[in-house]
C-alpha cells in the first residue's frame, strides 16, 4: 500500500448497488442513478434514464455493461471502470479480445461533445497487454498479439474447440460422470483433452457443473471421429442408472 506500507490485501468486489451508495456519500448533492438488470424492467424504463442523463437531469451514471454497449452520451467528461480484473481475467480464450472491445467503447463515451475527457480504469495490473493496447487505440497491435497467443495454447482459429458439460444435483456425480467420459476419450484423443474441471460459476438452479474441454486440430476426420466417440461414451454414462440423471451437453465451437 503506498499510503501504510502494509502488504496485507483483501480482494473486495463491489456491485453497482453498492458504488452507487458510496457515490452518494461522496457526492452528496450529485443526482446518481443506476442503470442495471436490476432497475431496468423493460425498454421503457431504459429508455427513460438514457433521456435523463443526456438532458444531464442525472450527474453520475452507475452500471454494468449496458451502459456502454450501444450508447452515445454527449458531455461526459469522465468514465470509471471498476474491478477490470473481473473483465480481463475471465477464464475464455476471447477475454482479451472482448476486454479491449468494452474499453475502447468506453474511452470512446469521454469527452464525446469537445474532446476532453478522461478514462480510469481500477485494475491491479496496470502493465497488462489490453491496457496498453487500449492506451494506444491499437487493434492490430491487439490482433497480432491474439494470433501469436492462440497458436501457442492451440486455440482458433487455428484448432476446433469442443465443451462438454456436465450437470447433476449431486456434486460427486457430475464429476464421476465427467472422468468416464475423460477416460472413455483418452483412448484415441489423449493429447486433445484439458479437464474434467469446474468453471467459475460451478453451480446453477441446484445442478453442479464440471466441464471437458477438446481442442482438436482442423482435420475434419478426426473432429467426426471425436463426436462419434462422445455419442458413444454418453450412451455408456447414461445407460449406467448412478448417472441416468447427468445431463451431457456437447457444444461444438462454443461461442
Request: proline share 4%; net charge neutral.
Amino acid at each position: 500500500c503506498a499510503a501504510c506500507g502494509s502488504h496485507n490485501f483483501i480482494q473486495k468486489n463491489f456491485g453497482t448497488e453498492k458504488i452507487e451508495e458510496l457515490l452518494a456519500e461522496q457526492f452528496p448533492d450529485a443526482k446518481i442513478a443506476r442503470m442495471d438488470y436490476d432497475t431496468i424492467k423493460g425498454k421503457h424504463d431504459h429508455d427513460t434514464l438514457i433521456k435523463l442523463f443526456e438532458q444531464q437531469r442525472i450527474d453520475v451514471l452507475v452500471g454494468t455493461q449496458m451502459v456502454v454497449k450501444g450508447l452515445d452520451f454527449e458531455h461526459v467528461n469522465l468514465v470509471g471502470i471498476i474491478d477490470a480484473d473481473g473483465i480481463l481475467n475471465f477464464t475464455d480464450f476471447r477475454v482479451n479480445e472482448r476486454a479491449f472491445q468494452l474499453m475502447e467503447q468506453v474511452s470512446g463515451r469521454a469527452g464525446r461533445k469537445d474532446g476532453k475527457g478522461k478514462v480510469l480504469v481500477q485494475v491491479s495490473n496496470i502493465y497488462h497487454p489490453v491496457l496498453q493496447f487500449v492506451q494506444l487505440h491499437d487493434y492490430k497491435k491487439l490482433f497480432n498479439y491474439e494470433l501469436e497467443s492462440r497458436k501457442a495454447y492451440n486455440y482458433p482459429p487455428f484448432y476446433r474447440l469442443i465443451a462438454l458439460t456436465f450437470k447433476h444435483k449431486e456434486k460427486h456425480i457430475a464429476e464421476e460422470a465427467a472422468n468416464i467420459m475423460m477416460q472413455g476419450l483418452k483412448t484415441n484423443f489423449a493429447p486433445y483433452l484439458n479437464g474434467p474441471a469446474q468453471p467459475v460459476v460451478d453451480r446453477i438452479r441446484n445442478q453442479y457443473i464440471w466441464e471437458i474441454l477438446i481442442k482438436l486440430p482442423k482435420d475434419a476426420s478426426l473432429i467426426n471421429q471425436c463426436k462419434k466417440e462422445i455419442q458413444q461414451q454418453t450412451v455408456i454414462i447414461q445407460t449406467n442408472k448412478l448417472y441416468r440423471s447427468v445431463t451431457v451437453l456437447p457444444d461444438v465451437d462454443p461461442v
